[in-house]
């Protein structure tokens, strides 16, 4: 074991982060249980089931048992897990005769770095969905503790944990639970927001890098990370303002550009990932034009038109209304309490989605934007904190039970 390892479990063990962590642990332990021997009490929606693509059959559609391993797998997992067992299609996506409604193709819309982990980590184990809830498992300590050590180094150990807890018993925090790419997406985040805070650009960059290659809501991080890096390089001289500039933009971009060349190497196109998704692959100019500004107007027309959605749809409903206007609400309330670099963070997961795509899956992409929760953590007292606490983990438990039975959330 290295002296690094060993130094920071002395660290650990001399504070009370190991017994907040056994805490979590237990908590997510019974969360398990709970879904493993109550998951019944919801009934399987075979309507939403049959309206999603599948790969793997849940065993409830042939009336066969609840199997935790197998029903956990919901919408997205199903890309994941096929991508990590028989990977990207290789296929001519230029061709006239192309569907572009094939499901094959529509692999490229899932970023490769998750899939990619799954598949080198279920090598010797060889049980995909064991070795994906195994690693989902993992990510969440993981998490726990890089959100704790990052709160720490900004504001108190009591704040660090009561953020902690509050993102993780969110009831959407489910989906880290579950076979998504949330829970390595924020260890990339923490991670590039972590030697943002201390300076240290080449690793930050190194992390956003593979952040970009995981889920594109990072792409509004280039430009905090461009701007951090400015303003602490000003003294420079200019060649060597340059050249550190290069090294940046080379370490940040590197994972990308490897996804983009794969892209052409499987479908003659480098930006296969977007045209499975329609976006910004148009005949002309205009029209791609029109295909980035579609999805802003759109969705500040269901905003318009929020009193005649749907309470809760695949999309176009009021839940996914009510949460723009929440976290819009909580960036204002926030600008005057957070680090510029913490705000940005979470105003881009706000405004990323509103104009890249529609407002499916809106309030899901909200559960990595740590900095909404360190601001509630901050700004709550014990008493509101309790409420918020015990709200939160009543929400978590219930939604599991829909969640498992394929109800869509977020």
Known sequence: MSKSILKLFRKL????????????????????FFVNRFNNLVSFNRDYYNAAVHFYEDPRITNKKFDFFKSSSVYDSQWYLEIARSGYPKININSKSIDLLNNDLHKYAFFPFYPLLLALINIPINNLELTALYLSAVFMIIDF?????FISLIDTKKTAIKTAFLLFVYPLSIFYR???????FLALLLLFTIF??????????????????????????????????YQSNKNL??????????????????????????????????????KVRDYLVKNSLFSSLITIINPLLNNLYRIIEFPFLPWHAFADSKIEVISVIIIFYLLIKSK???????????????????VTTSLIS?????????????????????????????????GLFVLSLYFVNWYWFG
């Open 237 to 274: 001289l200019n060649k060597e303002k340059i050249i550190k500039f290069i090294k940046l933009i080379f370490i940040i971009s590197f994972p990308l550009f490897m996804w983009l060349l794969f892209n052409y190497y499987q479908t003659n196109n480098l930006f296969a990932f977007l």
């Open 336 to 354: 005057k309490y957070l680090d510029y670099r913490l705000w940005w963070i979470a105003f881009g997961f706000w405004i990323f989605p509103l």
């Open 196 to 229: 943002l805070f201390k300076k240290r650009f080449y690793l930050s960059a190194l992390f956003l890098g593979l952040s970009l290659i995981t889920r594109a809501n990072a792409f509004p991080f280039v430009l905090l990370l461009f701007f951090d890096f």
């Open 178 to 184: 579950s076979i998504f790419s949330e829970g390595l």
């Open 145 to 149: 503790y890089l959100l704790y050590l």
């Open 13 to 32: 063990n001399k504070g009370p982060f190991l017994k907040y962590l056994a805490a979590f642990i237990l908590i997510n332990i019974c969360l398990f």
């Open 362 to 394: 809106y309030s899901r992409y909200q559960v990595v934007s740590f900095p909404i929760f360190y601001y509630l953590a901050k700004r709550l007292n014990n008493w509101q904190y309790t409420g918020v606490f015990l709200t939160f983990i009543i």
